[in-house]
Nanobody
Framework: QMHIVESGGGLVQPGGSLRLSCAAS????????IGWFRQAPGKEREGVSC????????QYANSVKGRFTISRDNAKNTVYLQVDSLKPEDTAVYYC???????????????????WGQGTQVTVSS
């Protein structure tokens, strides 16, 4: 059975950092594109970042460019989202999602993903 589990969320002060992890079990991420999404209270879920199957192509939402960094470690079957210079408006539940067999090395920030995790809460507050 395919599962992905996010971890690494928590309460952090403005300007702080976290590293979110997305670990897969029951399948390999080697050929998959992975996306990170977030949903704040009362708002729609939005795409934050994604990484293509080769790891060479990444995308970021304008609101997080220069502050968030996505990476993948296929040996650990895990994808990371380093989140730096956090702002209160980054507060949300962060979800990882997997596109199992993408047609190219690119990735998208839309919700065209096959497997979703349960999310990890990130709260930015002083």
């Amino acid at each position: 059975q395919m599962h992905i589990v996010e971890s690494g969320g928590g309460l952090v002060q403005p300007g702080g950092s976290l590293r979110l992890s997305c670990a897969a079990s029951g399948f390999t991420l080697d050929y998959s594109a992975i996306g990170w999404f977030r949903q704040a209270p009362g708002k729609e879920r939005e795409g934050v970042s994604c990484i293509g199957r080769s790891g060479d192509i990444t995308q970021y939402a304008n609101s997080v460019k220069g502050r968030f960094t996505i990476s993948r470690d296929n040996a650990k079957n895990t994808v990371y989202l380093q989140v730096d210079s956090l702002k209160p408006e980054d507060t949300a539940v962060y979800y990882c999602a997997v596109q199992l067999l993408p047609l190219s090395n690119e990735c998208v920030l839309s919700e065209a993903y096959d497997v979703w995790g349960q999310g990890t809460q990130v709260t930015v507050s002083s």
